[in-house]
């Protein structure tokens, strides 16, 4: 079991890993930054209780904001099998002198849930996405990526049921190998952000959000 914590930020996977690690610390910040302008202008377009393109924008503008860092989404590609076609994020890092392909899925969780079935088949659906891009020239990895959002029809009563639902959802995805994943990172949603929303709007319970990735090999050319 997680210790309790007031940390906002998790990684769970390879420190080795350190472009992917930094690129997700300024997704958390992008996240955060959101998160506040909501919390003080009364909006309710939390990011990730919109759609895949809209989390995976979020990802792309956190790439564009690191140093020597570009990013392109839903650009035109061939996929094996099929007539050309879009792929979802193409992340390169000039620094490392590596890219990146991102294909993701998205998936919603009851906050109350430890199952991890949904989140598996959804992580393997990513994986062939990625394999099906053509094979890069230079050096790149593929990312298969899964934004998991956890939610609750109302929020809990009581801080502590709220604290002890959540310390459970990480706790479910701390061991990325048992998921079949390379890593996972685990935003919390600003402080009252999530309980001022679904007050206001009478709407699910969104305490924050988990990507959870696959480090995925290309097919041969």
């Known amino acids: 079991m997680i210790k309790p914590s007031n940390a906002r ?14 690129l997700f610390r300024q997704w958390h910040r992008l996240l955060s930054d959101f998160e506040k302008v909501i919390h003080a202008k009364g909006y309710d377009n939390l990011p990730y209780r919109e759609s895949e393109r809209t989390n995976a924008g979020v990802l792309a503008a956190a790439a564009t904001l690191m140093t020597d860092t570009v990013a392109l989404e839903e650009y035109p590609v061939k996929r094996r099998g099929q007539d050309v076609g879009r792929a979802d994020l193409w992340v390169c890092d000039k620094r490392g002198n590596r890219s990146y392909d991102f294909e993701f899925k998205m998936l919603w969780r009851s906050l109350r849930s430890t199952r991890t079935g949904n989140l598996r088949r959804a992580l393997a659906a990513a994986s062939r996405d990625v394999r099906r891009l053509p094979r890069p020239g230079d050096p790149s990895w593929g990312v298969a990526l899964v934004f998991l959002v956890p939610s609750l029809e109302r929020a809990p009563r009581h ?23 390379d890593f996972v990172v685990i935003h919390k949603a600003y402080p009252g952000v999530a309980e001022k929303l679904a007050a206001r709007s009478k709407d699910a319970f969104l305490p924050g959000v988990a990507a959870v990735g696959r480090r995925v090999a290309y097919r041969r050319r």
Do not use: M, N
């Not at 930020?9 to 930094?22: E, I, T």
């Open 9 to 22: 930020f998790h990684y769970f996977g390879d420190s080795r890993w350190r472009f992917v690690k930094s």
């Open 159 to 181: 801080a502590a049921e709220s604290e002890q639902l959540w310390r459970s959802f990480i706790d479910t995805l701390s061991s990325p190998r048992s998921l079949g994943a």
